[in-house]
């Protein structure tokens, strides 16, 4: 009889201990902050669209006044994106952390925000992705506006995220106005996205591992 193997696929979701979900903050969604703060983190690099979000957020100023995006990270092209912002004059609406933050650290900043941007451009590359930021913004619970790509489409529909049309600036715009406007929309989908983990997340399919090794 010959050797076999046997296969379980995991899906790289947030470790639930340290990007815990607050359901009080979810269930009581209501912006009383001044500021309505966006963020993006991770890689910079010009596949991701991380201009076309800004191009989205000088769309906004009028709409939302107290709009600001946080952009934490480091990558290739960072000064042409501070150097957008400055080109748009919104470079009091953009902060760049200009570096990578520890793990640990992040779910802190990140609950501090309002809205997460996944405004990757549309290729090859990023249709076959499901970017782990956009799992670590429903982790938390932090509502999100995604570009719309094959792989996030397979894994959360309409009614968890929020969908524009990739690489276009209003499309980005709209939807980001349209969650800003509707608190209650940002409420459901926050909680609708959580589906998403209590199917795949890793508390409840890390069996699916120790079988596999209990059966070799």
Sequence with gaps: ??????????????????????????????????????????????????????????????????????????????????????????????????????????????????????????NVATDLMLPVKLLEYVAIGIPVVAARLRTIEHYFSEDMISYFEPENVKSMASAILNLYEDGTQRRQKTLRARMFLERFGWEKNHMDLIRLYQDL
């Design 1 to 122: 009889m010959g050797n076999f193997c046997k296969e379980a696929v995991l899906l790289n979701v947030p470790d639930h201990k340290i990007f815990e979900f607050d359901p009080e903050r979810a269930e009581s969604y209501v912006n009383h902050k001044r500021n309505f703060n966006l963020v993006y983190y991770g890689t910079i690099d010009p596949m991701l669209g991380i201009d076309l979000s800004i191009e989205a957020v000088s769309h906004l100023t009028d709409r939302i006044p107290g709009i600001h995006y946080y952009i934490l990270g480091k990558g290739r092209d960072l000064d042409q994106l501070i150097y957008l912002g400055r080109k748009l004059r919104i470079e009091d609406r953009i902060h760049f952390s200009r570096k990578n933050f520890p793990l640990g650290v992040l779910p802190t900043l990140l609950k501090e925000m309002d809205l997460g941007v996944i405004p990757n451009r549309k």
